[in-house]
C-alpha cells in the first residue's frame, strides 16, 4: 500500500500512533483520484473540511456546473445549494475512505463538516444543523464539527448523546479544551441512559496550533528583547504538548474509565492548523513536534508533502515535556502577555474568518446561481 520513496516519514509517523488526516476536500479532488490516492499510498485516513476550504472549492467553480445548473433550474434557495453540494462531498469524501473506517472499527475513514459557522453562539440552533447535517450525509463515517463556543459546549454534549460523532473545532485554550472534554463525557453518559452503544460513537477534539504562534510572535516583536525574540516559537508547541497532557489526566479519571469499560472511546487530540505561518519555521515544525500516541494530525496538502519529503520523525516530541512547557507559556506571560487575551481574541477571529468565509460563499453561489438560471 505504502510508497517508501516518498511516503517513509509519513509511515513512521502512523506507526508511532498519529492518524494523518487531510485538511481539504473538492470535488476536483473526489473526481481526479486524487483523495483516493492519497488514501492508497499516502497514509490519509481522514478528511476534514471547514467553510474557508468549502468557499476555496466551490468558489473555484471546478466540477460544480452541472450541479449548479440543477439547482438553480429547482430554484432552490442559496443556502440549499451550499448544503446540497457541501455535504455531496462529504458523501463521496466518505465512501472513498469507508474501507479505512470498517478496517479500523471506525476509529479512522473519517470525513468531518461543519455546523453553519453563523450559529457559532447558538446551542439550540448549532444541535439542530449538526442532525441535520448528519441525516443529509447518511454516512457512518461522517463527523459533524461543532465550534467549543461556549454556546457549542451543550451543542457538543446534546449531539454526541444522540450518538452522532463529532469533531469539536476552533480550541485554542487549555480551560476550554478540558470544558469539551467534560461536554464529551457527559454526551457519552447521555447516550448511555438512552441505550445507545458506546462504541459507535467517535470524537476528536481539534486543538488550533499555528495561530497561537503567529498572535503571541507578533507580541514578543513588539516587546523587542533578546529574552522575548527567544521565545518566538515555542508558545503554541507548549500550548499544544499541554493539552495532550490533560488528555491523559481526563481519561485516567474513574468517571471516563468506567465509560470505557462500557465500550466508549477516548476523544482523541488533534491537531489543527498545522501548516506553519512565519517561513522563518521549518514547515514541517507542528508535526514532527507534536508526535504522540492516539492523536490525529490534520495537514493541508503542503504540510502533508512537506513531511513526506523530509519530516523526520524522531518518536514521542510530546510526553515528558510538560514542564518545560509550563515554563515557556510562563515566561511569555512574565513579559506582560496574557494568555488568556490572546486565546479568547484567537476564538472570536477563527469564529469570524469562518463566518466571513462562508459568506463568500454564498454569494459566489448566488452569483452562480444567476448566471445558471440565465442560461
Same mark, same amino acid.
Given at each position: 500500500?505504502?510508497?517508501?520513496?516518498?511516503?517513509?516519514?509519513?509511515?513512521?509517523?502512523?506507526?508511532?500512533?498519529?492518524?494523518?488526516?487531510?485538511?481539504?476536500?473538492?470535488?476536483?479532488?473526489?473526481?481526479?483520484?486524487?483523495?483516493?490516492?492519497?488514501?492508497?499510498?499516502?497514509?490519509?485516513?481522514?478528511?476534514?473540511?471547514?467553510?474557508?476550504?468549502?468557499?476555496?472549492?466551490?468558489?473555484?467553480?471546478?466540477?460544480?456546473? #452541472?450541479?449548479?445548473? =440543477?439547482?438553480?433550474?429547482? &430554484? @432552490?434557495?442559496? !443556502? %440549499? /445549494?451550499?448544503?446540497?453540494?457541501?455535504? *455531496?462531498?462529504?458523501?463521496?469524501?466518505?465512501?472513498?475512505?469507508?474501507?479505512?473506517?470498517?478496517?479500523?472499527?471506525?476509529?479512522?475513514?473519517?470525513?468531518?463538516?461543519?455546523?453553519?459557522?453563523?450559529?457559532?453562539?447558538?446551542?439550540?440552533?448549532?444541535?439542530?444543523?449538526?442532525?441535520?447535517?448528519?441525516?443529509?450525509?447518511?454516512?457512518?463515517?461522517?463527523?459533524?464539527?461543532?465550534?467549543?463556543?461556549?454556546?457549542?459546549?451543550?451543542?457538543?454534549?446534546?449531539?454526541?448523546?444522540?450518538?452522532?460523532?463529532?469533531?469539536?473545532?476552533?480550541?485554542?485554550?487549555?480551560?476550554?479544551?478540558?470544558?469539551?472534554?467534560?461536554?464529551?463525557?457527559?454526551?457519552?453518559?447521555?447516550?448511555?441512559?438512552?441505550?445507545?452503544?458506546?462504541?459507535?460513537?467517535?470524537?476528536?477534539?481539534?486543538?488550533?496550533?499555528?495561530?497561537? #504562534?503567529?498572535?503571541? =510572535?507578533?507580541?514578543?516583536? &513588539? @516587546?523587542?528583547? !533578546? %529574552? /522575548?525574540?527567544?521565545?518566538?516559537?515555542? *508558545?503554541?508547541?507548549?500550548?499544544?504538548?499541554?493539552?495532550?497532557?490533560?488528555?491523559?489526566?481526563?481519561?485516567?479519571?474513574?468517571?471516563?474509565?468506567?465509560?470505557?469499560?462500557?465500550?466508549?472511546?477516548?476523544?482523541?487530540?488533534?491537531?489543527?492548523?498545522?501548516?506553519?505561518?512565519?517561513?522563518?519555521?521549518?514547515?514541517?515544525?507542528?508535526?514532527?513536534?507534536?508526535?504522540?500516541?492516539?492523536?490525529?494530525?490534520?495537514?493541508?496538502?503542503?504540510?502533508?508533502?512537506?513531511?513526506?519529503?523530509?519530516?523526520?520523525?524522531?518518536?514521542?516530541?510530546?510526553?515528558?515535556?510538560?514542564?518545560?512547557?509550563?515554563?515557556?507559556?510562563?515566561?511569555?506571560?512574565?513579559?506582560?502577555?496574557?494568555?488568556?487575551?490572546?486565546?479568547?481574541?484567537?476564538?472570536?477571529?477563527?469564529?469570524?474568518?469562518?463566518?466571513?468565509?462562508?459568506? #463568500?460563499?454564498?454569494?459566489?453561489?448566488?452569483?452562480?446561481?444567476?448566471?445558471?438560471?440565465?442560461?
Amino acid at each position: 500500500m505504502s510508497n517508501a520513496t516518498t511516503s517513509s516519514p509519513l509511515k513512521s509517523l502512523s506507526d508511532e500512533g498519529v492518524s494523518i488526516w487531510l485538511d481539504d476536500l473538492s470535488r476536483k479532488r473526489i473526481e481526479s483520484g486524487s483523495l483516493a490516492e492519497s488514501v492508497a499510498t499516502g497514509h490519509v485516513v481522514g478528511v476534514t473540511t471547514n467553510p474557508s476550504i468549502f468557499q476555496a472549492a466551490i468558489g473555484s467553480g471546478e466540477g460544480y456546473e #452541472d450541479q449548479l445548473a =440543477d439547482l438553480a433550474v429547482r &430554484k @432552490v434557495t442559496v !443556502d %440549499e /445549494a451550499v448544503r446540497m453540494m457541501t455535504t *455531496a462531498d462529504v458523501r463521496a469524501a466518505a465512501d472513498i475512505l469507508r474501507p479505512v473506517y470498517d478496517a479500523t472499527a471506525g476509529r479512522d475513514g473519517r470525513v468531518s463538516i461543519e455546523v453553519d459557522p453563523r450559529l457559532a453562539n447558538e446551542t439550540e440552533a448549532t444541535i439542530a444543523e449538526a442532525k441535520q447535517l448528519a441525516w443529509l450525509v447518511d454516512r457512518p463515517n461522517v463527523m459533524i464539527k461543532i465550534p467549543a463556543t461556549l454556546a457549542g459546549l451543550p451543542a457538543i454534549t446534546e449531539v454526541i448523546g444522540l450518538g452522532i460523532s463529532v469533531n469539536v473545532t476552533l480550541i485554542f485554550s487549555l480551560d476550554r479544551y478540558k470544558a469539551v472534554m467534560d461536554a464529551y463525557l457527559a454526551g457519552l453518559e447521555k447516550a448511555h441512559e438512552r441505550g445507545i452503544d458506546l462504541s459507535t460513537i467517535h470524537s476528536v477534539a481539534s486543538f488550533f496550533v499555528s495561530r497561537v #504562534d503567529a498572535e503571541i =510572535d507578533k507580541r514578543l516583536d &513588539k @516587546v523587542g528583547t !533578546d %529574552e /522575548a525574540r527567544a521565545l518566538k516559537g515555542k *508558545a503554541a508547541l507548549a500550548n499544544a504538548r499541554l493539552a495532550y497532557e490533560a488528555y491523559e489526566q481526563v481519561f485516567a479519571t474513574e468517571r471516563a474509565t468506567t465509560l470505557e469499560a462500557a465500550g466508549a472511546h477516548k476523544q482523541r487530540p488533534l491537531w489543527a492548523s498545522t501548516g506553519v505561518k512565519d517561513p522563518a519555521y521549518k514547515d514541517t515544525l507542528y508535526v514532527v513536534e507534536l508526535v504522540a500516541p492516539g492523536t490525529v494530525n490534520t495537514m493541508p496538502e503542503g504540510t502533508l508533502k512537506a513531511t513526506a519529503d523530509h519530516g523526520e520523525i524522531a518518536g514521542d516530541t510530546v510526553t515528558g515535556t510538560y514542564d518545560a512547557s509550563r515554563a515557556d507559556l510562563a515566561a511569555v506571560e512574565k513579559l506582560g502577555i496574557s494568555y488568556d487575551e490572546v486565546v479568547q481574541q484567537l476564538e472570536d477571529e477563527g469564529v469570524s474568518k469562518f463566518e466571513i468565509a462562508w459568506n #463568500d460563499l454564498l454569494a459566489t453561489v448566488t452569483s452562480r446561481l444567476e448566471g445558471s438560471e440565465a442560461k
